[in-house]
């Protein structure tokens, strides 16, 4: 009997907890906006934080290093913004010249289609590689403009704020944990699994963004500052993100190039993402993050739907966080099981 009702309380248990999560996830989609600035905060002082502390060790005055840090930020988003807006408008500006060139692309290969009986509506296949929709998208991200920088803005100043916080927060956390040793090292991991993860990811995204704006500058590749920064800025997504960086590039190379430039560019891309995604990144970070290839899949798809772009952006610290706290708690360590990878099961 008594075990009876003990298998129904830890069923209500689970139902309790299967409430929570629908009632958080509901929330964060909620609120979203807010959310995406707090979390792009964290982390982003999570980068910057061990060159805070490096400056102080090295005997630079506290306010010193934190206005040094704070205006070392501004400038990399301002030269970074104007470079890549730069090149974003003569690209969009271009546009009708490339859509002829795609017209006449897409014309030649009905025409060899055809040789071998292969009929397609012409009208539909144009339309269907209407690139002059990104004229579209243009303007409504030219028109977003100033709402970017008054969020980014925002995210500037919460790292400031989190920066000036951090010292103390080590204090914080023993007079909130007092009697619980365990949830102080758990916070600690965390903090120290995310800045690992962001540290040596922005690093091998920084290497695969300038080797790739490199190689397509030896190509004469158009644009190739933008390709590298958008390979730079999409190898942060997992799985999908560098197959996407690499798409624009790709399809300027079939329609401006030869068929040789194309193909060694393909080559060129596939090599650098395995030899930094696949060899020197794991390399680096060993097997501290602990996370199954079939967890962060799953988890790109759910914080891409919770919080769009950016969800996926931080699909994978935001999962090592859910670990993290999964596994200092009895009842939840079979989740923390089930996300971890073979190299980095929960001990």
Known sequence: MESEMNSDRKIEMYLIYMACIVIIVAGLKLASQVVILLFLSIFLASIISP???TLQKKGVPRPLAFTLLLLSLFSVIFVVFAGVLDSLESFLGNLPQYQSRV??????GMEELGRFGLVLDKDILKGSFDIRTFVLYGGKAAGNIGNFLSQTLIVVVGVAFILLEA???GYK???IFKDNSAAVESVALFSRTIQKYFIIKTFTSFLTGATIAAVLA????EYAILWGFLAFVLNFIPVIGSLIAAIPALVMALLYHDTSTFLWLVLVYFVINQVISNILEPKIMGDGLGLSPAAVFFSLILWGWILGPVGMFLAVPLTMTLKI???TNPDTRWVGVLLAG???ETQ
Do not use: Q, Y
């Not at 017209?103 to 030649?108: C, E, I």
């Not at 030896?218 to 590749?221: A, D």
């Open 51 to 53: 060159l805070f502390i």
């Open 325 to 327: 706290a999964f596994d």
């Open 167 to 169: 010292p103390r927060f």
């Open 173 to 175: 956390l023993e007079l």
């Open 342 to 344: 073979s190299a980095g």
């Open 103 to 108: 017209d006449s692309f897409v014309g030649k």
């Open 218 to 221: 030896l190509f004469h590749m």
